[in-house]
């Protein structure tokens, strides 16, 4: 009867797996891995049992209340009571589900809302003094919630909203989409945020319940979001594994005995998200980034990359670049002091008021500085000393090393402070004058190769092609008859040729190609060609210099020309898919369809 015990629902795969996992090496007492299928259940019992790891089991569908019942009694019975209740269990329609949107509804929220609250209802009063309740929910919760009608916002963000008034909503909310009228009531047409925000809501509501009712207890019951998690549910693209997904949990689980805090509230990271459901204002710089990364990449899953190029400390404005396809950048200015960002907020589900950041640090004296030393020379003196000891060298190498420079290059990029520096030293000469020195001592070369190696150069030519820098550049050294000048040394040189057959070994160029023909590109710059003559006097020297021909015999063998009579045409890519929505980018206009009506 005295043993400590610690369930976790749903907890055959995925997080709830990883969760039984860490709570069998810290918990203090016997973990109850539970399944709705026996057979699953114990097959994961046994994969843990072979990594020397002992869990309990005990069947659990949360959907069976007789299920939920019979286990509860079980507990209660020969432990005494449940000492951590993890309510892990959960499920989502994937995107791509062609299922009606109100058997989405139904079928979502049965199980995350209405089912995960008879586990509540059930297992609440048999919670022993200074034991530990923590629901599984979602960042999504939030955003969802954000998406709102006013009025609903209003009552979900209401300290004296009811457990009967939430599940009034709730169902609500099931029952309008079943005429499709839901949009209309004001909820968003999303069935696993609405479940969310309803858990973590409930959340709020029975921890201040407990609070009231057994204020000796010690009981400390919160929501979390575990992250976006590598499991069934999430699929593979995922950044966090279930062993990182679950150290919210887990944490929360095994908070101290004696600890007051948290409770009732919506932590993630292990750490709370300032007023859970009522916006996080005061993140730290990390978790603001990691939250809105985790964001942006939830949204839109196609987005290869996200960069995040100002930070908090510098400046009021956080400026990201989400490649969302080739030729659509989408930029994000976050607003952080005063939620009034330049972006067209409502496609983004109102996430400004989350935004609400406060430390703001002037850039002024820092500018000021520089500025004096520029003046003096005292700028240049201590850059040649610095050269001549090796101590540039050395700072370089220890700046790569410990991500500084990256991070550095990505904040001036931010504030368009690199774009000044490019400009300043175009206009005295500086720039000539270093690559110069560069091509002479070979670190040119070397650092070409670096940044070949590490993949810098590939996602410096993303992002200058993204935000136009790169055919800006061109213009102008097309205008000043740079362009020409390094043809013509390249040439020479025999650099040219190297670099043609480097590209063409490792598949740069094909891909390339591939690019320039899908945008259009391609079709433009021949056309500017043909009409400036440059195309001729190319074929010209190319017929000449028998190059042409050795070009038509390597296209031959290799099979390009025939696929380039099959692939005229690329269609445009008009629209990417975010979450459950498609977003149409033709026009430039922001619209949003679902995906089963598109
Ligand atoms: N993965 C993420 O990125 C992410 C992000 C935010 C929140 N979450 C939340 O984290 C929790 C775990 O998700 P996951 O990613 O680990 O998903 P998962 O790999 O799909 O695992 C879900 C688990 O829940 C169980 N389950 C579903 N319905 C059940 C029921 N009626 N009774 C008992 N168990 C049931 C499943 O059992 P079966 O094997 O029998 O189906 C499975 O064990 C969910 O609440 C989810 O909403 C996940």
Known sequence: ???????????????????????????????????????????????????????????????????????????????????????????????????????????????????????LTHFLPIIKAGGRVVNVSSFVGVRTLNMCSAALQQRFRSDDITEDELVTLMQQFVDKTKTAEHKQAGWPETAYGVSKTGLTTLSMILARRLSKERPNDGILLNACCPGWVRTDMAGPKAPKSPEEGAVTPVYLSLLPAGATDPHGKFVSDKEVQADGLKGCGGLSRMDFCSRLRWFIEWTFPPAGSLSICQTLERQPLIRCSVPLNRQVVLYLYLSVDSAA????????????????????????????????????????????RRRGTGEEEEEVKRRRGTGEEEEEVKRRRGTGEEEEEVKRRRGTGEEEEEVKRRRGTGEEEEEVKRRRGTGEEEEEVKRRRGTGEEEEEVKRRRGTGEEEEEVKRRRGTGEEEEEVKRRRGTGEE???????????????????????????????????????????????????????QTHINPPHVTSVRAGGDIVDFRERQYQTTRTVAA
């Not at 994961?44 to 019979?70: C, K, P, Y």
């Not at 809302?113 to 586990?119: E, K, L, S, V």
């Open 341 to 384: 960002p330049v972006f067209p907020w409502e496609r983004f589900n109102n996430l400004a008021p989350d935004l609400r950041l406060a430390t703001v640090t002037s850039r002024t004296s820092v500018e000021r500085e520089e500025t004096r030393r520029r003046g003096t020379g005292e700028e240049e003196e201590e850059v040649k």
């Open 510 to 564: 094909e891909g390339e190609v591939k690019r320039r023909r899908g945008t259009g590109e391609e079709e433009e710059e021949v056309k500017r060609r043909r009409g400036t003559g440059e195309e001729e006097e190319e074929v010209k020297r190319r017929r000449g210099t028998g190059e042409e021909e050795e070009e038509v015999k390597r296209r031959r063998g290799t099979g390009e020309e025939e696929e380039e």
């Open 1 to 119: 009867m005295s043993s400590r015990v610690a369930v976790v629902t749903g907890s055959n795969k995925g997080i709830g797996l990883a969760i039984v996992r860490d709570l069998c090496k810290k918990f203090p007492g016997v973990v109850y891995l539970t399944a709705r299928d026996v057979g699953r259940g114990g097959e994961a019992v046994a994969s843990l049992s072979s990594e020397g790891v002992t869990a309990m089991f005990h069947q659990l569908d949360i959907n069976d209340l007789s299920s939920i019942t019979a286990a509860a009694a079980y507990f209660k019975d020969k432990y005494g009571g449940v000492d951590v209740l993890v309510n892990n269990a959960g499920i989502a329609f994937k995107v791509a589900d062609d299922a009606p949107f109100a058997v989405q509804a139904d079928v979502t929220l049965k199980t995350n809302f209405f089912a995960t609250r008879d586990m």
